[in-house]
């Protein structure tokens, strides 16, 4: 009678620690959803802060004004996001003249590349 007491009592504990060993490759697999998650958000973070580096090296702010820094010739650019789709906004920074035939605004001459990290940060002044 004893013995079967205790082969009951370690049948309870191995199944204990064996639902305890399921839960934690459970608490893995969601740490690993959530880092890939992180993952891509950061791709997008870079690839906008590259934009806004493309910004400041091509100048933009010497017409453009963003949170009231930067020149007057052109629009204020706060909110721009809101205004084109990403589409239409490479379209006006490749050829601004479409916009208005005698604009100053000069097209945009950097690689596809810069373009991309451009149009992703101007879309995400919203
Ligand atoms: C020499 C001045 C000048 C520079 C440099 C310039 N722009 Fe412009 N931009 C303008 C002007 C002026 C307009 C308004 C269109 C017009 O009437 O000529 C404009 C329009 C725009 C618009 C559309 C604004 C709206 O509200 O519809 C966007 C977007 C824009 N510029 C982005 C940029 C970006 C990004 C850069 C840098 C790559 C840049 N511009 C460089 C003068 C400039």
């Known amino acids: 009678m004893k013995a079967l007491k205790i082969t009951a009592f370690l049948l309870f504990a191995l199944l204990f620690v064996a639902c305890g060993k399921q839960q934690q490759q459970q608490n893995v697999t969601r740490k690993d959803a959530n880092e890939k998650i992180q993952g891509t958000q950061k791709v997008t973070d870079s690839k906008i ?41 490479g379209e006006i920074l490749l050829e601004p003249q479409k916009l208005n035939p005698n604009t100053v605004m000069p097209p945009f001459e950097g690689s596809e590349e810069d373009l991309e990290a451009l149009v992703a ?6």
């Open 49 to 89: 802060e590259r934009g806004k580096a493309v910004y400041d090296e091509t100048g933009c702010a010497t017409c453009h004004a963003i949170k009231g820094v930067g020149g007057k010739i052109g629009p204020a650019l706060d909110g721009i996001g809101k205004k084109y789709d990403s589409k239409k906004m």
């Open 121 to 126: 940060y101007l879309m995400s002044l919203k």
